[in-house]
């Protein structure tokens, strides 16, 4: 990722119904559904982490379907603002090395199973930068399955290497997912049909599904087609 994108539309922290807790120095947002949840989704945030609350919502979401959902606060407090200067976001974005990114994953695994013992399995969802992690997550094996909203980093080694079903869902309009990594994407799919699928939803910009303008009648179909997608593929992979 060479560049930010826009922070789009801020939803409200009014609307937040989880509760945070605390691991060493990761602060970890954690949705519960209402029954006992057996499938945790860990989701990985946009380069705004914590700054905004839109990824945070997502968990909700996720809650009201039925999972367990859980957030770290990855840039501990470090997450890109409009008020940065473009120029140092090479810099700043290179402070979070993989090495530490793999280390929390395991912090929130830990904390999961530590706290919530009735969950047997665990699923991913990320979004923008966030989507990068679940396609290298997914190469563990410790993940059931997991979906990727706009992400960056497109790379079909990703899927070969996956050990679980991933789906890519990808705005029409997105700098960050060009058109020869979709065709491949959608190839290797095709010839791989058990690694995932590659879904293009048209009329929506990079960042749609998190940060888009759902007063504009194409992002707000694209959201509710989005959600009802992740909810049908979840259901089929990882039923809560």
């Not at 993989?98 to 929390?104: I, S």
């Amino acid at each position: 990722m060479e560049k930010p994108c826009c922070i789009g539309t801020v939803q409200s922290e009014d609307a937040l119904k989880g509760t945070v807790s605390k691991v060493d120095d990761l602060q970890i947002y954690v949705s519960r559904p209402e029954k006992t949840p057996e499938v945790a989704v860990i989701c990985w945030h946009d380069i705004y982490g914590f700054f905004i609350p839109n990824s945070r919502l997502q968990c909700d979401w996720l809650a009201s379907l039925g999972y367990l959902a859980v957030m770290g606060d990855l840039y501990r407090g470090d997450a890109w603002t409009p008020s940065h200067d473009w120029a140092v976001f090479g810099q700043w974005i290179g402070k979070f090395t993989q090495e530490q990114l793999n280390k929390d994953f395991d912090t929130i695994r830990a904390f999961v199973t530590k706290e919530f013992p009735t969950v047997k399995k665990f699923a991913a969802i990320g979004y923008c930068w966030g989507g990068k992690q679940v396609a290298l997550a997914a190469r563990t094996g410790a993940l059931s399955a997991g979906i990727s909203f706009h992400g960056i980093g497109f790379d079909v080694e990703d899927i070969k290497e996956s050990k679980c079903p991933v789906a890519y869902f990808v705005p029409e309009n997105d700098q960050y997912a060009p058109q020869e990594a979709r065709e491949a994407f959608a190839k290797t799919f095709a010839e791989h049909p058990e690694k995932g699928l590659i879904k293009i939803y048209a009329g929506c910009t990079h960042g749609f599904a998190v940060r888009g303008d759902y007063e504009n009648p194409a992002e707000k179909k694209g959201l509710d087609d989005v959600r009802a997608d992740a909810a049908a593929f979840f259901a089929q992979h990882v039923p809560a």
